[in-house]
Every structure is written in structure tokens, then in C-alpha cells.
């Protein structure tokens, strides 16, 4: 029987390395056939300690940050299980089952499987808000082996009846807590009830509050627990700073510190999708070139942004918290938070862009007055004082850019919701930004996210 209590899927916080090598895994040879391909040697910590149990069937409940390889922990067990028990799912079927917060997310790791899975017979595809439904309801009609979705437009294609869920022998819901973030937990609760009751689920999770840990326990059946670095340790080998500076000076002080050549390539945060925007106008209008990836953008504006800025033809990638989410490349040397988070979670995120793949990083906020006490709650989560810089000297008067300095919404406001199918915005800005946990303002007659219709429910979901 599915459940636990909350307070048994608190798992001790620990790391550890089992095994050494793929090859002690007991992986099958065409997937370690594919880890040599892309000289993939030695697992990593949440690597050697789940996949062992995942390739016996167990249900698991996983506590790691973006970062630590937990996609390919569960990824190459279940490759493995697919493989081994080689069956054709039926006509709109799938044989295992992804949830994925936002489409970056689910992109990386639908690439992740025909990876690791590029000499086996198993088929996969993405779904997720944005783009066209038609192609996605052709891709799983026939029946597939492995779906990788969004919660929103899983849910479009289940009331067309396009997909059926009653063939899922593995699931796996990925960063829960963004999904608790971001207003999904209706959602997955709604797709739980599709799912049959016999399958393997693996439950994976930065951070296990209350809500998410009763997730999980309704979840899971008898879960192998396993956590990987704790979120104090996940930023030892990052240097952090913050300036403290007028809000009105930001936008000079990041200019000034573009100057230099040490940031080799940067992505820089703003809570906001317009100041997102913003910011990228006026790094512009002073000749630096610089993409901004948020929920307004268009999918192929995003895929655009990402692919200049991995291949290293843009040194600068401006980005709200949800639309970062996806963001997985070796190399970045500095994160620039120019507005602080107001969730202290989402600053260990955040500077989690840098000091990837063993590397050192280094990271830099700029904090208004009014952001002080999200300073406090950082500090505390990470448990250590963060150094101060003063502001640099020599700051320009920027100009006033029309168009770029539109009015903000007043924090703890939302800002007027666009229906051009951005998937993963819903939520970014819900909580009120002087605090984390005032209640959510009223939603206007006819604005709820909750319609019978997968058209309508497209619109107010963000997608």
C-alpha cells in the first residue's frame, strides 16, 4: 500500500560514493556502451547510490540540487528496464512517465535518454506548452516508450483523450519543490489518479518541506532514501559577494562590472520578466550584446538564446528563476543576481549556474535596501556571512530608456498575465516579494487556472 508519514521521508543528509564505475553497476552493455561515447566514467555520489536500487525495483525518494547527475540516476535504470523488458506500449500509451517543472527542463532530459539510450530500441519524446499540440498528440499515437512532460499540456493531451496513462510502469516526478513553487501540485495530484497503482516511482526534490514530503508519502511505497549535497555545502566552492547600491544604480554598477575580463561568461537574474527585458535593453543600448530567456519568449526564441549562449557566441544569458531551471552548461564563470530572490532556496539555485562539473565560480548580488532581509534569510540558509564590495567607482548616468522602463507591478502583485503559451511562468511572481509567505492576492472573477477546457486552461496556466 502507497504512503508513508511526512516525518519517515525526512531523509539524513549524506554523501557517499559506492562503486567507482558505470561498468560496477550492473548496466546493461549498450547503455555503457553510450556512457563511453561520451566519456562518462565515474558516477556520481546520487549516481552510485540509486541506481543500484532502481535496477531492483525500488520506489526512491531522492533530496538533490540540479547539478549532482540526478537525471542519469534514474535514467539509466530505467533504459535498463525498458530494454529488459522489451514490450510495445499500446495506441496513445506510454510505458514510463517524466514530470518535468518547465520546457527546458524536460527538453534536457528527453536529450538525456536518446543519449544514454542511442544503441537501444527505446523511443521517447517531449511534451510541453508553447508550441503546437498536433505534433505531440501524433508522436505518442502509435504507443511510446518514454514521455517527458509538463504538467499543463500532459493534462491538455488526457482531456483529448490523445494519451492514456494506465500503462505506466515507471514514473518519475523531477524537482517537486519548484513544482510546489510554480502551483503544479493540483496538477500532478490530478495526473496521480491516471497512474495505475503497481509501478516503480522515483520522487526527486531540492528541498523536502512539509507539503512536499506528504507528496511524496502518498507517492512512494517503501522508498530507498537517498540525499546528496546539503544545501549549506552545494556553494562552498563558489565566491560569493554581495554590493549594496540604490536600485536606481544597478543597472550601471552590472554595466561596470561586465567591464571586466574575468567574467567569461555570465548569466544574470532578475525576478521579473520585464526586468528581465529591461536589462537586456539597456546592456544594448550600451553595445553588450546580451539574449534574455523568460516565459514571454517563444519556444524558438529561447532554444535560439540557449544555443548561442552554450556554444559561446553570446557571453551573457540575462534569466528569471523559472526559465534558469533549464539551464545546464559547463563553463558559466559568474551569476549575477542583480534583484535578490525573495525565496532564499532560489538563490542556492541560482548560483548553482557557476562551479559546475568541479569547476570554481564565482557569484555577485546586487541588493537595494528593500531586499536586506532576503539577504538575512540567505545568509542563514547557507550559514555564513556573504563578502561585501563596495560599488565600483566611476558609475555612468545611464539614460532613460523609454520603452525599457516600463512601470513594475508593486511587489506582491501580479504582473498582467500574457497568453502567448509560455510555459512554466505561472507562479514566478505569486508569492509576495516582501514576504515569502504572505497570501496570495485574490484572483480577478474569470482568472482561475482551473478550467474544463485544455484551451482555456492553456491560457491561464502560462504555458
Known sequence: ??????????????????????????????????????????????????IPHLLKGSDLLGVAQTGTGKTAAFALP????????????????CRALILAPTRELASQIQASFATYGKYLRVTSTVIFGGVPIGKQIRAVANGIDVVVATPGRLLDLLDQRAIILNEVELFVLDEADRMLDMGFVRDIKRILTKLPTRRQTMFFSATMPKEIADLAGSMLTDPVQVAVTPVASTVDRIEQRVIFCPARQKQAVLHKLLE?????????????????DRIAKHLAAAGIPADAIHGNKSQGQRERAMAAFRSGKSRLLIATDIAAR??????????????????????????????????DGSAISLVADDERPFLRDIERLIRRRIDVLPLPEGLAVLPVLVEAERVEQPRGQRPPRRFNGSQG?????????????APRPARPPGNGPRRADGAQRARFQGR
Do not use: C, W
Open 1 to 50: 500500500m502507497r504512503g508513508r508519514s511526512a516525518s519517515s521521508l525526512r531523509p539524513e543528509l549524506h554523501e557517499r560514493s559506492i562503486l567507482t564505475h558505470f561498468t560496477d553497476l550492473g548496466l546493461p552493455a549498450p547503455i555503457l556502451k553510450a556512457l563511453a561515447a561520451e566519456s562518462y566514467d565515474t558516477p556520481t555520489p546520487i549516481q552510485a547510490q540509486a
Open 78 to 93: 530505467m533504459l535498463t528496464h525498458l530494454n529488459k523488458i522489451n514490450r510495445q506500449a499500446g495506441p496513445r500509451a
Open 260 to 276: 571586466s575580463d574575468q567574467i567569461e561568461r555570465a548569466v544574470v537574474f532578475s525576478r521579473t520578466k520585464h526586468g528581465a
Open 326 to 359: 533549464g539551464i545546464d552548461v559547463d563553463g558559466v564563470t559568474h551569476v549575477i543576481n542583480f534583484d535578490l530572490p525573495n525565496i532564499a532556496e532560489s538563490y542556492v539555485h541560482r548560483i548553482g549556474r557557476t562551479a559546475r562539473a568541479g569547476a
Open 425 to 437: 511562468e505561472r507562479g514566478a511572481v505569486g508569492r509576495n516579494a516582501a514576504s515569502p509567505t
